[in-house]
């Protein structure tokens, strides 16, 4: 009879899931991305080598032909250069893995997300299908994909894998769009093999779909690579993938929402959300050119990050590195003073939940997030007098305020209509100066 017990349980085995959005949205979540809260996201591929523009470089040059595009390759390069002359120019010499690794963990980092392949087209990684135009057969004649992969899993940080589902200038997607999408050669030659291969060769926590918008999800067969990811492949039970599976997927289907670029709710959501937002705010590829104007200081990206993690969502950071592989080290200056900031305010970060009040109304300064009773204020500017005034707490007579980065107990007192008035030291600490946001620690509050 146990046997027979034995059998009958197995019977109804692990959930399975459809090719349909009603089963896959149903998929809860992995735990790991929500408490992982901070990411890198790192934009690589031969758009480094012309450094100019965008990462967008080939479709502003060829596909909309405009001038200025023209101009910069004919003062730059020789005559009759294409986008393919590019590629053994992307030598990736400086490339040390480890070294990006270290970087990615001391700015805070819990996951990092790479572009295998952008809407170029290049491959990041051997592709098989991708001949002559993949990091292995011309350029680095590395597996980029594979060396960080290996580096960040040593040093126990996810690993995301960015593709786009389209190539501007492929000839057989180009045949399919012709069609109107009723025929899949691009799909079922390119795009899904790949997806697939990525998946078996690298297994990877994370998928960031993208390069969706042109098609429906009847040409690019999402549904069903989703439900072999989530049904059968070897990251079946860990892996999590974003929302950019079909021209209208994007914010109603998949995994978490990114929802639009540098994605800014302004209210908490319900449904898990990511925002990525980029160090250049003109560019997600490195631009040779950019001019520190042009750049995110250490405050606005503190307050990014808080306002999301305050709201239920993740930040993703992104970086470019040039051809050669370096991380410029102004990219590298603002991912430690992250770093440094989460070393001390972290607590209120990494597997925190939203609160009940996400914000103080009185103020954009101060935001709230909780972990178990603990709640935590964090606010971005020091307050006249040191006073710090939160409204939306209810002390009950336990109370006990402290702050981050800093010993001892602070004393507080109940608000004159409500809250808590709570009396910090004289000026940030020494220590915390020089920080773009402060955070206390409220444990007694409802």
Same mark, same amino acid.
């Given at each position: 009879?146990?046997?027979?017990?034995?059998?009958?349980?197995?019977?109804?085995?692990?959930?399975?899931?459809?090719?349909?959005?009603?089963?896959?949205?149903?998929?809860?979540?992995?735990?790991?991305?929500?408490?992982?809260?901070?990411?890198?996201?790192?934009?690589?591929?031969?758009?480094?080598?012309?450094?100019?523009?965008?990462?967008?470089?080939?479709?502003?040059?060829?596909?909309?032909?405009?001038?200025?595009?023209?101009?910069?390759?004919?003062?730059?390069?020789?005559?009759?250069?294409?986008?393919?002359?590019?590629?053994?120019?992307?030598?990736?010499?400086?490339?040390?893995?480890?070294?990006?690794?270290?970087?990615?963990?001391?700015?805070?980092?819990?996951?990092?997300?790479?572009?295998?392949?952008?809407?170029?087209?290049?491959?990041?990684?051997?592709?098989?299908?991708?001949?002559?135009?993949?990091?292995?057969?011309?350029?680095?004649?590395?597996?980029?994909?594979?060396?960080?992969?290996?580096?960040?899993?040593?040093?126990?940080?996810?690993?995301?894998?960015?593709?786009?589902?389209?190539?501007?200038?492929?000839?057989?997607?180009?045949?399919?769009?012709?069609?109107?999408?009723?025929?899949?050669?691009?799909?079922?030659?390119?795009?899904?093999?790949?997806?697939?291969?990525?998946?078996?060769?690298?297994?990877?926590?994370?998928?960031?779909?993208?390069?969706?918008?042109?098609?429906? +999800?009847?040409?690019?067969?999402?549904?069903?690579?989703?439900?072999? /990811?989530? =049904?059968?492949? $070897?990251? #079946?039970?860990? %892996?999590?993938?974003?929302?950019?599976?079909?021209?209208?997927?994007?914010?109603?289907?998949?995994?978490?929402?990114?929802?639009?670029?540098?994605?800014?709710?302004?209210?908490?959501?319900?449904?898990?959300?990511?925002?990525?937002?980029?160090?250049?705010?003109?560019?997600?590829?490195?631009?040779?050119?950019?001019?520190?104007?042009?750049?995110?200081?250490?405050?606005?990206?503190?307050? +990014?990050?808080?306002?999301?993690?305050?709201?239920?969502?993740?930040? /993703?950071? =992104?970086?470019? $590195?040039? #051809?050669?592989? %370096?991380?410029?080290?102004?990219?590298?200056?603002?991912?430690?003073?992250?770093?440094?900031?989460?070393?001390?305010?972290?607590?209120?970060?990494?597997?925190?939940?939203?609160?009940?009040?996400?914000?103080?109304?009185?103020?954009?300064?101060?935001?709230?997030?909780?972990?178990?009773?603990?709640?935590?204020?964090?606010?971005?500017?020091?307050?006249?007098?040191?006073?710090?005034?939160?409204?939306?707490?209810?002390?009950?007579?336990?109370?006990?305020?402290?702050?981050?980065?800093?010993?001892?107990?602070?004393?507080?007192?109940?608000?004159?209509?409500?809250?808590?008035?709570?009396?910090?030291?004289?000026?940030?600490?020494?220590?915390?100066?020089?920080?773009?946001?402060?955070?206390?620690?409220?444990?007694?509050?409802?």
């Amino acid at each position: 009879s146990r046997r027979a017990c034995t059998g009958a349980g197995n019977l109804a085995g692990p959930r399975r899931y459809r090719a349909d959005w009603a089963s896959l949205d149903a998929r809860p979540l992995p735990a790991w991305f929500d408490r992982a809260k901070v990411g890198v996201f790192v934009h690589w591929g031969v758009f480094a080598v012309p450094a100019w523009g965008s990462e967008w470089f080939w479709w502003h040059w060829r596909g909309e032909q405009r001038a200025d595009y023209e101009r910069f390759v004919r003062s730059r390069f020789p005559p009759a250069t294409t986008y393919a002359d590019f590629a053994p120019r992307f030598s990736a010499h400086d490339f040390q893995p480890r070294e990006w690794a270290r970087l990615f963990q001391r700015a805070g980092a819990r996951y990092v997300v790479l572009t295998a392949k952008h809407h170029e087209g290049f491959t990041n990684w051997g592709s098989p299908v991708s001949w002559s135009w993949n990091a292995v057969d011309t350029g680095p004649h590395r597996d980029l994909v594979g060396e960080l992969g290996q580096a960040l899993r040593e040093s126990n940080i996810s690993y995301g894998l960015y593709h786009s589902l389209l190539e501007w200038f492929n000839p057989l997607y180009l045949a399919d769009k012709e069609s109107g999408f009723k025929t899949q050669s691009f799909v079922l030659q390119k795009t899904m093999p790949e997806l697939y291969d990525l998946v078996l060769r690298y297994k990877p926590d994370l998928i960031w779909s993208d390069g969706d918008w042109e098609a429906p +999800e009847s040409y690019w067969n999402s549904t069903s690579f989703l439900a072999w /990811l989530y =049904n059968d492949s $070897p990251v #079946k039970d860990t %892996v999590v993938v974003n929302d950019r599976w079909c021209n209208n997927c994007s914010c109603h289907h998949g995994g978490y929402y990114n929802c639009a670029d540098k994605y800014k709710p302004g209210a908490l959501l319900t449904h898990k959300w990511e925002m990525c937002s980029s160090i250049d705010k003109l560019s997600w590829g490195y631009r040779s050119n950019m001019h520190i104007s042009e750049l995110m200081d250490e405050a606005s990206i503190i307050e +990014e990050l808080v306002q999301t993690v305050s709201f239920g969502g993740n930040y /993703l950071l =992104n970086v470019g $590195p040039t #051809k050669e592989g %370096v991380i410029v080290p102004i990219f590298q200056e603002r991912l430690l003073a992250l770093g440094r900031w989460l070393d001390t305010n972290g607590e209120a970060i990494y597997e925190s939940k939203p609160w009940r009040v996400q914000m103080e109304n009185s103020t954009d300064s101060v935001w709230y997030t909780s972990k178990g009773p603990a709640v935590y204020a964090i606010f971005l500017t020091w307050p006249r007098d040191s006073l710090l005034k939160l409204l939306s707490p209810v002390a009950s007579p336990s109370l006990q305020v402290t702050m981050l980065g800093l010993a001892g107990a602070l004393e507080w007192q109940k608000g004159p209509d409500k809250g808590v008035l709570i009396t910090l030291p004289c000026a940030p600490p020494s220590a915390l100066s020089a920080q773009p946001g402060w955070t206390v620690k409220l444990e007694g509050v409802e």
